[in-house]
């Protein structure tokens, strides 16, 4: 099942399948390493959800909502 990435919950991972939107936001999340078949892991969430902390590619990025929303994810959601 896909779902944006701003809808997994702290502790819960998934393996990037797509990028949407364009432009800059879209090379610059490929640039951070953002890219199909990478998992990412949600490590923290503000209260209010914006900013997200991932893991990914061994390395810990914080992202805003609406950059989260950008990121589609599949795979094993277990908390």
Known sequence: MKRNLDQLKPGQW???????????????????????GVRILVRKSAPFGDPIQIALRGFALS???????????????RP
């Open 63 to 77: 992202l805003r909502k609406k950059e989260a929303q950008m990121i589609l994810v599949d795979g094993e959601y």
């Open 14 to 36: 998934g393996y990037v399948t797509a990028l949407e939107g364009r432009g800059k936001i879209r090379y610059r999340l490929a640039e951070l390493g953002i890219t199909p």
